[in-house]
């Protein structure tokens, strides 16, 4: 994995769990690495990880059932999907928009834009 210091790397390991959701690569009921497993395969202390299990956790997005492991939850794309369309709308736009007015890139710039990336 390759992490950015813009956001902390537990949020960063979470973010691609909920990628591979809103990718439907994993659904509901579906066993998720262990701590360990997944500490080893990204590089990372298991400290971290846990900290994104227990965000996950906290978000009702992966539930763990002792001596087994850790699950995604029931309706976990929906779930998955309001967190991220939440966190878009509260963060990543209004940002986007801080920095648009910074730099002069007017609405119509940026609809140019979107849509030469859309097409």
Request: hydrophobic residues 40%; aromatic residues 8%.
């Amino acid at each position: 994995m390759d992490f950015h210091k813009q956001q902390p790397i537990y949020l960063q390991i979470a973010d691609v769990l909920l990628e591979d959701i809103l990718q439907r690569k994993i659904s509901d009921g579906e066993r998720v690495p262990s701590v360990r497993e997944l500490a080893l395969s990204v590089q990372v202390n298991p400290n971290t990880v846990q900290r994104s299990y227990q965000w996950l956790q906290d978000e009702e997005i992966i539930i763990q059932k002792r001596g087994i492991g850790f699950f995604l939850c029931d309706k976990v794309y929906e779930k998955t999907l309001h967190i991220k369309r939440d966190e878009l709308i509260k963060v990543t736009i209004p940002e986007t928009i801080k920095q648009m007015k910074l730099l002069g890139i007017g609405i119509h710039e940026f609809e140019e834009i979107f849509q030469s990336m859309h097409n």
